[in-house]
Every structure is written in structure tokens, then in C-alpha cells.
């Protein structure tokens, strides 16, 4: 499954009640690190694929979201288990890392 565009609007459908984990990928377009970590994210997906749900969230167009996230700087990642965050990555690292940082592996 390719990565998802989260909104305000689809979040409690494809993050809150989702049936595996969710890995949440806070960015913005003018954001150098979040550009580098876009690729790592995207091999990810393809990786778990079925396993996890991998969502994309602009910070800019959805800045509700990243408050309630408590988003301080990006890229920001966030792994959700049954709508409660179980681990959270900030700025940019290699996929291995950043598996390990959100217990993926």
C-alpha cells in the first residue's frame, strides 16, 4: 500500500480506528530533512506493507493535527497502536534507524 494523505477530515477513519499500526510521517514541502526522510518513509511502507499503514501529514495544511501531536520540528514520525502513540522519531535518519526507533524491525 502506497503512503496516505491524513487529514483532519480522514484521520479518525485511517489512523484512530485502523486494524494495524500506523506510522505518521509529520512534513512540509519547504522542510530540506523532511524531503530526505520522504524516500526512507516511502521504502518503509512498501516494506511493511500490510503490516503497517503508513500516512503523510502536512504540517502546513493540517496544523491542527501537529498541535495535537505537540509537533515542535520536522520531520516528525509518529507510530500509533489502537489510536495511542507507542513511539516518535524526530529529524532525518537512515531506514534501519528509524525502524529501530519505532520497534519496526
Do not use: H
Amino acid at each position: 500500500m502506497a503512503e496516505i494523505t491524513i487529514t483532519a477530515a480522514n484521520f479518525e477513519e485511517e489512523v484512530l480506528k485502523a486494524e494495524i499500526p500506523v506510522v505518521l510521517d509529520f512534513w512540509a514541502t519547504w522542510c530540506g530533512p523532511c524531503r530526505m526522510l520522504a524516500p526512507v518513509v516511502a521504502k518503509i511502507a512498501e516494506k511493511y506493507d500490510g503490516k503497517i499503514k503508513v500516512g503523510k501529514v502536512d504540517v502546513d495544511e493540517e496544523s491542527e493535527l501537529a498541535a495535537k501531536f505537540g509537533v515542535a520540528s520536522i520531520p516528525f514520525v509518529v507510530k500509533m497502536v489502537d489510536g495511542k502513540v507507542t513511539a516518535t522519531s524526530v529529524g532525518y535518519m537512515p531506514q534501519a534507524s528509524l525502524e529501530a526507533a519505532l520497534g519496526l524491525e
